[in-house]
Structure formats: C-alpha cells, structure tokens
C-alpha cells in the first residue's frame, strides 16, 4: 500500500519537476559539485522560526539544538534567527563560537562530558548543563585551577516520561542528567562562590508527534521547575523545557500543530509561581527546524529485475543517509517521503526498491515505493533530510566518497 505523504502536497515545482530553493535538482547539484548530496534551503530554515515566533508564546525563547544539523554555514544561519545555541561536543561548541553567538547563549548538554571539554566550555562561558555529581567536582576543579565561576545549570533526569516519543531521554533510569530525587541534595549543598547558578535543564524526549503528551509533559515540567526553584538559595535565571517538537517521517504521520502547545504553554506561564517570576523559559529544537529544509538527494546509476522487483541502483545509501535506511533507532523500517526530481506525477508508475552502493542489505532508500517510472541518470531525492544526516550517518562505512552538504 503506498499512501501519498501528506509533504508532497507543499512541494515546490515547476511542469511537474521538483524546484528547491527555486531551482530545479540537476542545476543545484552542479551548484554542489556532485550527487550525491544534501541541499538545505535557507528560506525554509528562517521560514521556521518565524512560524515558531508567530505561533509560540513570545516571552519563550528558542535554542537550535546543534545536533540535529552542525554544518557550519547553517548553524551560521540559524544563529542569525534563534536566541542560543545548544551544543553537545567540544567541536559544537567550537561551531557555536565561530557563529559569534554571545557566550551566555550557548549551553552545553551530554552524557560523559570530558574533562577537555568542561575546562574549554568555563574558559568560554558558555552554561554547563551538568550531569552528574562528578562532573559538578570537576567544574568546580576548574574553578579552582582558571579562576572563572563556571556557569552551571543542572540537567535533571524526570520521575515523569513523555510519552509518544520516538526517542524517550528522560523518565526511569536513565544515562541523562541527574534523578531529580538527587536534586535536593546537590542544590543544598551548592557552593555559590564557586560557580555562577544558571537553572534547570528538563529534556525528556524527541520526535514527538503527539500535541497531547507534549501539553501533559509541560505541565509536569513546569511543576518540577517550581519544586527545584524552591529548594535552590539562588535565583532561577533560566529553565530549559527541552523540545521534542516531531515533524512527519511515514505514511500516515500529520504535522504537528502547534496551536494547543502553545496555548498551554502561555498559561503555564501566566500562571507560574513566584520564585519563577523572573526566569526565562528556552526551548530548545533541532529536528522540527531544520528536519524538512533539507534534501538528500542521489543518482540512479543501474537498473534491474530480480524475480519480480524492480531495483534503482543509485550512489547514495545508508552512509550518507542512516536514518532514512531504518537503522538510526527506528524499530520497523518505514518509508521517508521520495520523489523523482525530474518527474513528480505521472500516469506511469512502478513500485520499485531503492538501494545503494554498501554491500548489506541494510542499505535501503526506499522499499516497495511507487514511483514514476525512472532510468538511468535520474535523481532520487529524500525529503525531510535536514536532520540527522551527513553526520549522523557512518560515511567512511565502505570508503564510497563523502557527500557533498549546500546550503543556499
Ligand atoms: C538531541 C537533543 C535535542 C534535539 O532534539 P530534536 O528532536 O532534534 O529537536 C535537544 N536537546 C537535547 C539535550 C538533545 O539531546
């Protein structure tokens, strides 16, 4: 069964060829110097965040988690537009620096933080979201040894989960963060002439779809903020909510829309407690900014028969593009939205399987698709690709070439 995904409908095109940015595929890929590759659209990026401040309550800022899409030239981009920046790596935060981004908005979150990376993150004065009671000692060595108040937010693991998400981070035991039953004894134990306190950190999840977990998690985030603001003898300067936000992958998926969330949000604050009065509340995204501004996009270089199915060869695969072969956390492999550049609609279609150049059968681009019919030389594209790509993908896997990554 192949159900239209509902994104073919916003696509830009021209006499039934797919335009990006305005230009059809071939001519970007020259631009690009090779297929394959990933083309991310500038509008687009923008266009997002001015949905995300028309929609969302104003008062609420909004980080790009690096993450999601650290190409430099993009992250340069959004820095333009968001208030901050989270970063997850010494060579993130590097990233964050070079887009000129005021020190005090960046923040930096992640499991097993090196040693390297807290003494590099006090020296710049980019907020620490700490995770353990260890790495709060090591802050505090680097203290000791730089003689700058580390900025230090803590990044507290929920006894609450949200639910629907396709990536639960919070929530149980996890590797994240710090109990927040752990909470009361760190903070009164804090010492403020050593460190600069910041807030709180809650992420509990990603790729979430479901307006109705997000509103119920925000509430319960909300509620642990005011309980940890409580129990802290310094004032909460911010309080991070995490994201979470999910854009549509599969068959079936809708956009989420925003319209509860945030109506919900804009009571949560207007309502907050007194000790919350004067902090300001992040979210912070990666996914649902860029996730839909990118395109991968490769060439058909074979085409063959194989006891009743119809295989497109092409040059790209699950080395440039894991999270649309199925192996990036994904329990069922399903299909992102494909499309011939060239040739959107037509009478003449056939299911086909898209594959790439590894030797596994791991390196799927789609499976049982119904596309028009496609040769040799043709483009395949991708959609929803500007999340969790070129670096999330294992690119020396196989030692094919790099892919080429533009943004314009
Ligand atoms: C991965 C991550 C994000 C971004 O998640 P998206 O689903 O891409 O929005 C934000 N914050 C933290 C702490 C993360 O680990």
Same mark, same amino acid.
């Given at each position: 069964?192949?159900? /239209?995904?509902?994104? =073919? ?8 060829? =797919?335009?990006?940015?305005? /230009? ?20 687009? @990026? ?6 995300? /401040? ?7 800022? @909004? ?11 993009? %992250? ?5 537009? %968001? ?51 260890? $790495? ?15 900025? %230090? ?8 989960? #949200? ?30 002439? /050593? ?19 997000? %509103? ?7 509620? #642990? ?32 829309? =925003? ?5 919900? #949000? ?18 912070? =995204? ?63 279609? $056939? ?17 049982? #698709? ?39």
């Amino acid at each position: 069964m192949s159900k /239209r995904h509902h994104r =073919l409908a916003t696509l830009a095109s021209d006499k039934n060829q =797919l335009l990006v940015a305005g /230009r059809p595929v071939a001519q970007l890929v020259s631009i690009a110097g090779a297929s394959p590759c990933y083309i991310y659209d500038r509008q687009a @990026l923008s266009a997002r965040v001015a949905q995300f /401040r028309q929609q969302m309550p104003s008062s609420l800022r @909004l980080h790009y988690a690096i993450k999601a899409n650290p190409m430099p030239a993009l %992250v340069n981009h959004m820095a333009q537009y %968001v208030d901050g920046l989270d970063v997850a790596s010494h060579q993130e935060m590097l990233i964050a620096l070079g887009c000129g981004m005021s020190t005090a908005h960046i923040s930096f979150a992640g499991p097993a933080k090196g040693l390297h990376e807290l003494r590099a993150a006090v020296a710049a004065g980019i907020t620490i979201n700490v995770e353990s009671s260890l $790495e709060l000692e090591r802050l505090y060595q680097c203290y000791d040894e730089l003689g700058i108040r580390p900025r %230090v937010a803590f990044r507290v693991n929920p006894d609450f989960e #949200l639910k629907s998400s396709g990536m639960k981070m919070a929530g149980g035991p996890k590797q994240f963060g710090i109990d927040a039953e752990q909470m009361p004894a760190i903070l009164a134990g804090l010492d403020l002439n /050593r460190l600069s306190f910041q807030g709180f950190h809650i992420f509990s999840g990603s790729q979430n779809l479901n307006a109705e977990s997000l %509103v119920a998690c925000h509430g319960q985030t909300f509620a #642990l903020a005011a309980q940890l603001a409580n129990q802290v003898a310094a004032p909460v300067q911010h309080v991070n909510i995490g994201g979470g936000l999910g854009i549509p992958y599969f068959p079936g998926e809708q956009t989420l829309a =925003l319209d509860d969330i945030a109506q919900n #949000l804009q009571c949560l604050l207007d309502q907050r407690p007194e000790v919350l009065a004067h902090t300001e509340f992040v979210m912070e =995204l990666g996914r649902w900014l860029v996730g839909e501004a990118g395109y991968y996009v490769c060439q058909v270089t074979d085409k063959k028969q194989s006891r009743g199915q119809t295989y497109l060869m092409t040059n790209g695969g699950l080395h440039h593009h894991l999270a649309n072969s199925g192996n990036f956390g994904q329990v069922l492999r399903k299909n992102y939205p494909v499309v011939l550049a060239h040739c959107l609609d037509s009478d003449e279609q $056939e299911v086909v399987e898209i594959v790439g150049p590894l030797c596994t059968p791991l390196d799927i681009i789609g499976a049982k #698709l119904t596309l028009p019919t496609a040769a040799v030389g043709d483009y395949i594209v991708v959609l929803q690709s500007g999340a969790y790509g070129a670096s999330a993908s294992p690119q020396k896997f196989l030692g094919h070439p790099e892919v080429a990554e533009l943004l314009i």
